[in-house]
């Protein structure tokens, strides 16, 4: 769940592909 408030529409603060896959 860390990871949704990081990538709320805001720019990856840790470059990490897995996460981004997630939110998109």
């Known amino acids: 769940?860390?990871?949704n408030l990081r990538y709320?529409?805001?720019v990856p603060t840790v470059?990490?592909?897995e996460?981004?896959?997630k939110r998109f």
């Open 1 to 3: 769940m860390t990871e």
């Open 8 to 10: 709320d529409g805001k």
């Open 15 to 17: 470059p990490d592909p």
């Open 19 to 21: 996460p981004l896959n």
